[in-house]
């Protein structure tokens, strides 16, 4: 293979690393929505009344709650995380010599007698260091129970979209929720969900204004500086 082969490679790979690296998307559990179980026919001889219907049949007294495969469940959207770092180190050492040679009577090479040496150092040295951050997502977003785990935990998962104008933007959201956190009218607070995960994105052409284009990615891949 050519030497220039092997570089158009090698700039290839490095670019695609580079475009890899600016868009990661979130490991939203799939799929996205689930079919409730079809209901099973009657028994032969067990005509409905009627009240009564087999296929949509559900206890007076049953607890309204989602539990199966297809229910759906309004997750309320409380993110809000803020975190904040400072650290700060200061050192110093400073440091004095003073050397003499003593005057002898009656020896030779009397020449360095009675010379001094002195000497002085000092270093320092102070650091500083603060780092924070913030960030809020709120707003609702109902999701269906895709998978119904031996604990009777509920994995979720659903999305979102909406189309504006010429461009369009979608959320999504899944995790594990605890039956026992669902309230009334089936909604559970995004802080109580399992392994949340949440994506919210949006493509048009504002966002694509946004985005840092090709060639810069692959010089801010490549450069060491």
Avoid at 13 to 19: D, F, K, N, P, W
Avoid at 182 to 202: C, F, H, K, L, P
Wanted: charged fraction near 10%; glycine fraction near 8%; hydrophobic fraction near 40%.
């Amino acid at each position: 293979m050519k030497l220039s082969s092997l570089i158009g490679l090698a700039c290839a790979a490095v670019l695609c690393s580079g475009c890899s690296s600016m868009f990661r998307t979130v490991q939203i559990a799939q799929p996205m929505t689930a079919t409730p179980v079809a209901v099973p026919p009657p028994a032969p001889g067990m005509a409905d009344g009627a009240i009564y219907q087999q296929a949509s049949y559900r206890p007076l007294f049953e607890d309204p709650r989602a539990r199966n495969i297809g229910d759906t469940i309004t997750i309320v959207l409380n993110e809000q995380i803020n975190a904040s770092k400072q650290s700060a180190s200061d050192a110093q050492k400073t440091q004095a010599t003073t050397a003499s040679v003593p005057i002898v009577h009656g020896l030779p090479f009397k020449t360095l007698q009675g010379l001094s040496v002195a000497g002085n150092s000092a270093s320092q040295f102070s650091g500083k260091g603060d780092s924070s951050s913030s960030n809020l997502f709120t707003g609702t977003i109902t999701v269906t129970v895709i998978k119904v785990l031996a604990n009777n935990n509920l994995v979720v998962s659903g999305e979102r979209q909406i189309g504006i104008n010429q461009g369009s933007e979608f959320i999504r959201f899944s995790g594990v929720v605890n039956p026992t956190t669902i309230v009334n009218g089936n909604t559970v607070s995004s802080t109580q969900v399992a392994d949340a995960r949440i994506e919210y994105r949006g493509t048009g052409y504002i966002d694509e204004a946004q985005t840092m284009g090709w060639l810069s990615r692959f010089f801010l891949t490549v450069l060491p500086f």
